[in-house]
T-cell receptor, first 116, second 112 residues
Framework: EAQVTQNPRYLITVTGKKLTVTCSQN?????MSWYRQDPGLGLRQIYY???????DKGDVPEGYKVSRKEKRNFPLILESPSPNQTSLYFC???????????????FGPGTRLTVL | EDQVTQSPEALRLQEGESSSLNCSYT??????LFWYRQDPGKGPEFLFT???AGEEKEKERLKATLTKKESFLHITAPKPEDSATYLC?????????????FGTGTRLLVSP
């Protein structure tokens, strides 16, 4: 079954304690992306990756890091989480061609993060 | 700056009562406009891509249309299982075709 998986699904942590949210896809997609969803603000893109070792900032990258060492995995790293990073996070993947990403993308189930 | 505005924020319909959701957008050049459906507690699910004004796409009770300034998602004779939040997003061909900019969504509730 084609899917994007995220772990953990729920996480409560404290300010400053480094954490990683994993994302994995089984569709051999080149393009992967992280979003955060906040009430009244909608989905906002944090980082994206066009392929292995190729990443770039989205609209709200401050406080986040990513890496793409393997095609299937795209972890999101919060080096020193703060309360304003409390949010619902989604990973997504899609095909990528010469004309850019195909945004008929698959989303993961989400990770609800609370930073105290 | 790319902007996407969806209206209404929330919509309540009776089963069988057709209606439309609106997505107004501002981009320097539209590469694609996307509609997604999101159920509570789940990730968005892709519905449609529209590329140029005049284009229409259909899927079951849903039909998406596109003009140069807005897109409509028409829901014909909705059923309770159509209840969800519908998200619209745009891909700018000139300033950031690698990125997607989302609206805040329309929450649809269809009562039996």
């Amino acid at each position: 079954e084609a899917q994007v998986t995220q772990n953990p699904r729920y996480l409560i942590t404290v300010t400053g304690k480094k954490l990683t949210v994993t994302c994995s896809q089984n569709m051999n997609h080149e393009y992967m992306s992280w979003y955060r969803q906040d009430p009244g603000l909608g989905l906002r893109q944090i980082y994206y990756s066009m392929n292995v070792e190729v990443t770039d900032k989205g609209d709200v990258p401050e406080g986040y890091k990513v890496s793409r060492k393997e095609k299937r995995n795209f972890p999101l790293i919060l080096e020193s989480p703060s309360p304003n990073q409390t949010s619902l996070y989604f990973c997504a993947s899609s095909l990528y061609s010469m004309t850019g990403p195909d945004f008929s993308q698959f989303f993961g189930p989400g990770t609800r993060l609370t930073v105290l | 700056e790319d902007q996407v505005t969806q209206s209404p924020e929330a919509l309540r319909l009776q089963e069988g009562e057709s209606s439309s959701l609106n997505c107004s957008y501002t981009v320097s050049g539209l590469r694609g406009l996307f509609w997604y459906r999101q159920d509570p507690g789940k990730g968005p699910e892709f519905l449609f891509t529209l590329y140029s004004a005049g284009e229409e796409k259909e899927k079951e009770r849903l039909k998406a249309t596109l003009t140069k300034k807005e897109s409509f998602l028409h829901i014909t004779a909705p059923k309770p299982e159509d209840s969800a939040t519908y998200l619209c997003a745009v891909q700018d061909a000139n300033t950031g075709f690698q990125k997607l900019v989302f609206g805040t969504g329309t929450r649809l509730l269809v009562s039996p």
